[in-house]
């Protein structure tokens, strides 16, 4: 059997309709009335019928892309219970579900803990503040020397996400992102594409919104993980408890770096990445990192046949 991890997607995977296929599954079927007790909603209902105008309010996001990814993993171990990940992590958001695989985080206490983080994000910066870009087709050092080159005091830009060789996501203050994206078509970037978010994330923009989720983690009863979690702040392995809350707090600030993450797994001995949870668009980005990684997603029934065979091949 290959050696493998799983991955869970962030903000932005979701859709109206996701996961439709897999809600006869009682794993996903249990998983989302936890999710509803605890959010004192029906969330299951806004994933499958929508609006998608509140599916993509961020303190619905959120709990619904970590209840989706909770479900889906939960369903992949109760079918295959002998193939046990040797490691897991998230991307931004993915990684709360990477902790709630890794029996660091109740599932309960993390679908609360990411509404109050979509809430604090969408509180600390006002709307149209801030933005998003990503920049196709330049080094990473030349996009973190060219957001450092477009800020001005109080009108910063910084690298959020390192996302592959070549694909860099930009957060910070409106004008300075567009300061950036003019510096970098000169630079000769392929293309910048501005990203339609309503906060700008992974930035120092994001300060108040890491204090209140300290406040909160401070009250949740955390754990140990059980397997190693790849921090996005670290791109390295923790388990302890301390260094997951820093870890998470630090996240809100700091860059996602999701490529250097792929690779320490790699050379970590991980030979397979399997993505739980809506869409595929870590498996775009894992196969664009590293090609001879054995990729696969789970978000049916299906799926998890086809992950078994591939893992067991």
């Known amino acids: 059997m290959k050696s493998f991890a799983v991955v869970f997607p962030g903000q932005g995977s979701q859709s109206v309709g996701m996961l439709e296929?897999?809600?006869t599954n009682p794993v996903v079927a249990q998983t989302f009335a936890e999710a509803n007790e605890a959010l004192g909603y029906d969330l299951k209902q806004v994933v499958l019928t929508g609006p998608e105008a509140e599916l993509n309010k961020t303190e619905v996001t959120q709990p619904a892309?970590?209840?989706?990814?909770?479900?889906?993993?939960?369903?992949f171990r109760a079918a295959a219970p002998e193939l046990a990940p040797k490691a897991c992590a998230g991307h931004s958001l993915g990684e709360y579900s990477a902790l709630v695989a890794a029996g660091a985080l109740d599932f309960a206490d993390a679908v609360r803990l990411v509404r109050l983080r979509g809430q604090a994000m969408q509180e600390a910066v006002p709307a149209g503040v801030g933005a998003m870009m990503a920049v196709l087709g330049l080094d990473d050092d030349v996009v973190v020397a060219t957001c450092a080159e477009a800020s001005k005091e109080g009108d910063g830009v910084w690298a959020a996400n390192f996302n592959t060789p070549g694909q860099v996501v930009i957060s910070g203050a409106k004008d300075a992102v567009a300061r950036a994206g003019d510096l970098f078509k000169e630079k000769g970037a392929r293309r910048c594409v501005p990203l339609a978010v309503s906060v700008p994330s992974h930035c120092p923009m994001m300060q108040s919104a890491a204090d209140k989720l300290a406040e909160a983690l401070a009250a949740i009863n955390l754990k140990d993980a059980s397997i190693k979690v790849y921090a996005n702040v670290l791109a390295a392995p923790i388990t302890a408890k301390a260094d997951i809350v820093d870890c998470l707090v630090k996240q809100l600030v700091g860059s996602v770096r999701w490529t250097e993450s792929v690779q320490k797994m790699k050379a970590d001995g991980v030979e397979a990445l399997i993505e739980v949870g809506p869409n595929k668009v870590l498996t775009g980005l894992n196969r664009k990192i590293d090609k001879s990684l054995t990729l696969g997603n789970i978000a049916s029934d299906a799926d998890i046949e086809a992950v078994i065979a591939s893992l067991n091949a």
Not at 65 to 75: G, N
């Open 21 to 23: 296929s897999f809600m």
């Open 65 to 75: 892309i970590l209840t989706a990814s909770v479900a889906a993993f939960r369903a």
